[in-house]
């Protein structure tokens, strides 16, 4: 099925650890966001992508780090990872264009202990 | 910089009840306006959207409208359901194809 997938769904790491969450979206959608999500704070933006080889901060990149060498594929690196980083991170991606709303992946809850 | 602003706090209501939840935001020019709804233990899904002022989004018996006087993006349901219990957010687009989000309000409908 068409959409943006996820991978992994769960992760507990411990402190210190680094790892990469993983997404992926088969549109051909030329923009790619990550976002993580916390109780009562929204969603807010870490990194967003407008096409392959371009990335660029958002709202909160501390600690994270991406890249978009392909399309489809846009993976956010946790460099060296602390308890503030449990959160459930959400990637999505949109066509150009402000008529175009973005598609939503399933999410990844990591837990930092 | 461009924000969106949602009502505080949690919605409860009982079936067959209306539902509003308010939305305003703060932008340079007139981007366009979303609405997300989050489901239990899923990702969010794409509601409704409007383009420019004036325009009306609807799906599923919700529907808002862009008021450029009242920078505001109200949703609306005239008879919610308990399949409707869920997070609903509001968010607008703004430079490079970026998505800002309210802070989001739980609904909950019950029987």
């Known amino acids: 099925n068409a959409g943006v997938t996820q991978t992994p769904k769960f992760q507990v790491l411990k402190t210190g650890q680094s790892m990469t969450l993983q997404c992926a979206q088969d549109?051909?959608?030329?923009?790619m966001s990550w976002y993580r999500q916390d109780p009562g704070m929204g969603l807010r933006l870490i990194h967003y992508?407008?096409?392959?080889?371009?990335?660029d901060q958002g709202e909160v990149p501390n600690g994270y780090n991406v890249s978009r060498s392909t399309t489809e594929d846009f993976p956010l690196r946790l460099l060296s990872a602390a308890p503030s980083q449990t959160s459930v991170y959400f990637c999505?991606?949109?066509?150009?264009?402000?008529?175009?709303?973005?598609?939503f992946g399933s999410g990844t809850r990591l837990t930092v202990v | 910089g461009d924000s969106v602003t949602q009502m505080e706090g949690p919605v409860t209501l009982s079936e067959e009840a209306f539902l509003t939840i308010n939305c305003t935001y703060t932008?340079?020019?007139?981007?366009?306006l979303f609405w997300y709804v989050q489901y239990p233990g899923e990702g969010l899904q794409l509601l409704l959207k409007?383009?420019?002022?004036?325009d009306k989004g609807s799906n599923k018996g919700f529907e808002a409208t862009y008021r450029k006087e009242t920078t505001s993006f109200h949703l609306e349901k005239g008879s919610v359901q308990v399949s409707d219990s869920a997070v609903y957010f509001c968010?607008?687009?703004?430079?490079?194809?970026?998505?800002?989000f309210g802070k989001g309000n739980q609904v909950v409908v019950i029987p």
């Open positions: 968010a607008l687009l703004y430079g490079n194809n970026r998505l800002a």
């Open positions: 549109m051909n959608h030329e923009y």
């Open positions: 992508s407008v096409g392959a080889g371009i990335t």
């Open positions: 999505a991606s949109s066509y150009r264009g402000t008529y175009y709303g973005y598609t």
């Open positions: 409007a383009t420019k002022a004036d």
């Open positions: 932008a340079t020019g007139y981007p366009s």
